[in-house]
């Protein structure tokens, strides 16, 4: 797969992925997709967003099982720590807190000191905040993944990928967890697999309005590409030629 943000921004660094080959607290070495720090706002080791942070991170990992998600704050005024948590809508539960306990550890190791961060994995994504950011579309955060084969017909196939993007954005939309997958033949026994996902703080709404947003960035990702995914703080699609979510 390649990897390319879909913008910079002027207050975002991103990150080289040779730091993100760390170990934290002896968590298997998933590698992250990605990740973006904010180095806008820092904050020292003995300050209380520090422990509000860590405080944060756990309650996340705690919350997040049952239903894949979580929302919290800890802390009063600049100190507060604002955190947000979501696994694929696939995910059991024990694979969920695991992936979001690491994705905690994860982004705190590549994001040391600073106040913002973000990161996701194949499994979840986390991003915390001294800023409230919920309830709102995130649209400075976002990259692309693509697989490098070509499928032989671009214009046929994207028009299969795009409809079944809107497929699926229609479902998730108003389905309680804000997710869907689905699939769709397109020739000879061939199938394409689909998933589309939002943070479950958006309205059904602005869910509908996110996924328009990444479905229209699929001919800048993934212009006759056998897969692509494009990822956001709100937001992700992703689409492949073989099964890659649990039905
Ligand atoms: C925050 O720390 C980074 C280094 O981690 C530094 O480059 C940046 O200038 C700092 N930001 C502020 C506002 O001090
Ligand atoms: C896919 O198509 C692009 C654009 O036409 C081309 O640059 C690239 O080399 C192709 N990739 C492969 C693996 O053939």
Redesign the pocket.
């Known amino acids: 797969m390649h990897l390319l943000p879909s913008s910079s921004s002027s207050r975002l660094?991103l990150l080289s992925l040779a730091l993100l080959l760390h170990v934290s607290f002896g968590v298997a070495a998933v590698d992250p997709l990605y990740a973006v720090?904010s180095?806008?706002?820092?904050y020292t080791a003995n300050d209380a967003f520090g422990d509000n942070l860590r405080q944060l991170m756990f309650m996340l990992a705690t919350k997040a099982s049952p239903i894949g998600f979580a929302l919290g704050s800890v802390g009063q005024g600049g100190a507060r720590a604002n955190g947000l948590a979501l696994c694929r809508g696939d995910i059991k539960s024990t694979a969920c807190t695991t992936c979001v306990r690491t994705a905690g550890a994860r982004v705190r190791d590549l994001c040391?000191?600073?106040k913002d961060g973000i990161i996701w994995f194949d499994e979840c994504m986390l991003r915390y905040s001294d800023v409230e950011f919920f309830g709102e579309i995130d649209f400075d955060h976002r990259f692309y993944m693509w697989n490098r084969e070509n499928v032989s017909d671009a214009v046929m196939f994207d028009g299969k990928v795009e409809n079944l993007m809107n497929r699926l954005k229609q479902k998730a939309y108003i389905s309680p967890l804000l997710f869907a997958t689905g699939e769709m033949e397109i020739g000879e026994s061939q199938e394409l697999y689909g998933l589309v996902q939002c943070t479950k703080d958006l309205s059904g709404g602005d869910c509908k309005k996110c996924l328009e947003a990444v479905i229209g960035e699929l001919p800048s990702c993934c212009d006759g590409k056998r897969g692509g995914r494009v990822v956001g703080g709100s937001c992700n699609i992703r689409y492949e030629l073989y099964p890659f979510f649990d039905a």
């Open positions: 660094r720090c180095t806008s706002r820092n040391p000191n600073n």
